[in-house]
C-alpha cells in the first residue's frame, strides 16, 4: 500500500507561481515513478509530469513543458511540481500519483495509487 497527500494548492494570479508537494508513505513508495495530473471541472484527467522512482528521468505534458518543474526528494518520500508562468487554463485539482512498475505513464489508469487533490486556481 501506498499513500499519497498532496499540499500546496492555492488561489495565485496568472503569471504568478504555486509549488505542490505530495508525501508518499508505504512499503512500495521510494521504488515508485511518481506522476501529476489534473483534472478541470468538466473534463477527463490529464497527464502533467512524471518522474522515476531515482529522479534522473522525467517527462512533461507539452502544455506545462517549461513552465512546470517536477522533482523528488528521495530521503523524504516526497514529489514536488514547481508551477511557473500560471494560466487560467492550469485551473484544475491536481492529484498525485504512484506507479509501482517504476515507469513514466501518462495514462491515468496505469497508475496504482492516488491522492486525495489539491485545488489549483489561477485567475485573469
Known amino acids: 500500500q501506498v499513500q499519497l497527500v498532496e499540499s500546496g494548492g492555492g488561489l495565485v494570479q496568472a503569471g504568478g507561481s504555486l509549488a505542490l508537494s505530495c508525501a508518499a508513505s508505504g512499503r512500495t513508495a521510494s521504488a515508485s515513478a511518481m506522476g501529476w495530473f489534473r483534472q478541470a471541472p468538466g473534463k477527463e484527467r490529464e497527464f502533467v509530469a512524471a518522474i522515476s522512482w531515482s529522479g534522473g528521468s522525467t517527462y512533461y505534458a507539452d502544455s506545462v513543458k517549461g513552465r512546470f518543474t517536477i522533482s523528488r526528494d528521495i530521503a523524504k518520500n516526497t514529489v514536488f511540481l514547481q508551477m511557473n508562468s500560471l494560466e487560467p487554463e492550469d485551473t484544475a485539482v491536481y492529484y498525485c500519483?504512484?506507479?509501482?512498475?517504476?515507469?513514466?505513464?501518462?495514462?491515468?489508469?496505469?497508475?496504482?495509487?492516488w491522492g486525495q487533490g489539491t485545488q489549483v486556481t489561477v485567475s485573469s
Open positions: 500519483a504512484a506507479d509501482l512498475t517504476s515507469r513514466l505513464r501518462v495514462v491515468p489508469d496505469e497508475y496504482d495509487y
